[in-house]
C-alpha cells in the first residue's frame, strides 16, 4: 500500500511512518518539510498521487478553541478535497477519547475536525486514543517558573505512541471501518505524578506542584471525563517500562509533539 501520513514529523506521526514501513508499505510524509502546506492546502495534489490511505496525525500547539477549530477544518477539508481528486479511497483521522464529552479548547477542535470526517464524501476510520506517555514532558515544560513547574490536576490513561501507531497502520490495511473502538493505556496515572517521574528519568531539576484548572475542562481533567469507557481497548506498555525503554526520553532530549490535553 502507498499510505499518506499528515503530520508525519510529530510524535505518533514518526512512529506511524515507521510502522508502515517495517509492514512494508510506502510511506509519504506530508508536511512542510516534505514541501505539502496541509493549512493552505499546497502541495496535496502531488503528494497524494496513487496514495490508498490518508492517515492524519496533525495537531496544533494551543489551548485556544478558535485557532484548534480553524486549523482542524482546514487541515481536514484540505486533505478530504484533495483525497477526492486523487481517488484516495480512506481517510484515517486520529483523535481523543473524551472529546466530545468535554468539548473545549484544543478539544473544541478536535470534535470539528471528527464532525468533518464524518460527513464527508471519502470513505473513513477514526480511532480515539487518550493522551500519549510523552504527554507528561510536556506538561512538565509547558507551564515552567523558574525550578517551580505547573501541571495540571488531571486524571490519564496514557498510551504509547507506538501501539497507537501500530493500530493506526492495522486499520488503514484493513480499509474504511467508521469510529472504531477507543484505544488507551493500561493504567490510570495523576499526570503530575507522571511528571515527576519523567523529569527523574530525564534528568531535569525543580519542583513539580498539580494545580487545578477552573471551568468545565479544568472539571473534566480531574473527574475522570477523559478516561476510557470499559470497552475500550488497552495498549501494553506501562508509563514506567516505556520510561526506561523509549530512547527519546532516556537520552535526555525534549519530545517535540502535540497539545493533546
Known amino acids: ?15 506511524v511512518v515507521d510502522v508502515a514501513r517495517e509492514h512494508g508499505h510506502e510511506a509519504v510524509v506530508l508536511a512542510r518539510s516534505t514541501g505539502v502546506d496541509l493549512v493552505a492546502g499546497t502541495g496535496l495534489g502531488g503528494a497524494l498521487a496513487g496514495v490508498d490511505a490518508v492517515v492524519d496525525v496533525t495537531s496544533v500547539g494551543t489551548g485556544s478553541a478558535r485557532v484548534a477549530r ?13 483525497e477526492e481528486d486523487a481517488g484516495v479511497g480512506h481517510h484515517l483521522a486520529l483523535s481523543i477519547v473524551g472529546v466530545d464529552r468535554a468539548p473545549h479548547g484544543y478539544y473544541a477542535g478536535k470534535a470539528a475536525q471528527e464532525e468533518q470526517v464524518a460527513g464527508g464524501r471519502v470513505p473513513w476510520t477514526l480511532l480515539r486514543t487518550t493522551q500519549f506517555h510523552e504527554f507528561a514532558g510536556q506538561l512538565h515544560g509547558r507551564a515552567a517558573f523558574g525550578p517551580v513547574h505547573l501541571v495540571p490536576v488531571m486524571r490519564s490513561q496514557p498510551v504509547a505512541a507506538r501501539e497507537v501507531a501500530q493500530r493506526l497502520v492495522a486499520l488503514a490495511e484493513r480499509g474504511p471501518a467508521g469510529r472504531v473502538r477507543d484505544l488507551a493505556g493500561p493504567e490510570v496515572l495523576a499526570m503530575a505524578d507522571a511528571a515527576r517521574s519523567w523529569a527523574r528519568a530525564t534528568g531535569h531539576r525543580g519542583l513539580v506542584l498539580a494545580l487545578p484548572l477552573p471551568g468545565g475542562f479544568g472539571r473534566a481533567l480531574r473527574d475522570g471525563t477523559l478516561l476510557p469507557d470499559p470497552d475500550a481497548d488497552r495498549g501494553e506498555l506501562t508509563f514506567g ?7 527519546r526520553v532516556t537520552s535526555g532530549r525534549r519530545v517535540p509533539g502535540s497539545s493533546r490535553a
Open 1 to 15: 500500500m502507498r499510505i499518506a501520513i499528515a503530520g508525519g514529523t510529530g510524535t505518533v506521526g514518526q512512529h
Open 70 to 82: 480553524e486549523f482542524f477544518t482546514a487541515v481536514t477539508g484540505n486533505l478530504l478535497a484533495a
Open 241 to 247: 517500562r516505556w520510561l526506561t525503554r523509549e530512547p
